[in-house]
């Protein structure tokens, strides 16, 4: 793996694990498994670090979701896959780091939802308009606004809010979440083939 791989692997993991905050760049050239002196060849501040490395994971990330569109056999599974890819996403996301990130590095947080706001609400934009085509959700929706209004709540969740609090915790309140925006968009044969895939890719789901 290169230099600037290395880093940017270890830097989201930190973050991710700990927020943004208290991690110093000792922590990541640690993690990273360079000296220091070698990380500041590649990054002059951590703020560098921060900027480069959302960019890197939130490609990575939206890289991913597409792979999982692409591959399944309709876009019911889709969906359903892709909770469950995020339910293992967030129990590995520390609650802190989106408002530590919105909070300490607008610019890196800026670049974060614009790149959720272009490249995921399409995805999810293309996917309601194919199960709307395919006879798995209703004909009458906004695919452009419920799109949107879906990643939205992605993001709503990662915020510091009541709703996800420690009796609750932000993999619950995302799978509750991702749950009602499926029944309110799917007809009945969506609804069939959710609960199939429901039982296949989330059998940790209570409902």
């Known amino acids: 793996m290169e ?24 922590d990541i050239a640690r993690r990273s498994g360079i000296s220091k002196k070698t990380l500041y060849v590649h990054f002059a501040n951590k703020e560098e670090v921060v900027n480069e490395s959302i960019g890197w994971y939130k490609n990575n990330t939206t890289n991913a979701c597409a792979a999982v569109l692409d591959t399944s ?8 896959k892709l909770l469950a890819f995020f339910d293992d996403m967030f ?5 802190m ?4 990130l919105q909070r300490y590095y607008p610019v890196a947080y800026k670049s974060f939802r614009d790149m959720l706001m272009e490249r ?24 452009g606004l419920l799109a949107r209004y879906r990643i939205e709540c992605s993001v709503m969740i990662l915020q510091m809010n009541e709703m996800v609090q420690q009796h609750n915790g932000l993999t619950y309140v995302a799978m509750e979440i991702g749950e009602h925006f499926m029944y309110g968009i799917m007809t009945p044969k969506g609804v069939e083939l959710y609960k199939q895939y429901k039982t296949q890719y989330l059998k940790q789901a209570t409902h």
């Open 3 to 26: 230099v600037l791989d290395k880093i940017l692997v270890a830097s989201a993991e930190l973050f991710s694990q700990y927020g943004f905050k208290t991690i110093t760049m000792d």
């Open 73 to 80: 056999k309709n876009p019911v599974e889709a969906m359903v």
């Open 91 to 95: 129990k590995r996301i520390n609650p």
């Open 97 to 100: 780091a989106m408002f530590e």
């Open 120 to 143: 995921d609400v399409a995805l999810m934009k293309d996917n309601l308009e194919k199960g709307i085509k395919e006879g798995y959700y209703r004909d009458d929706i906004d695919a």
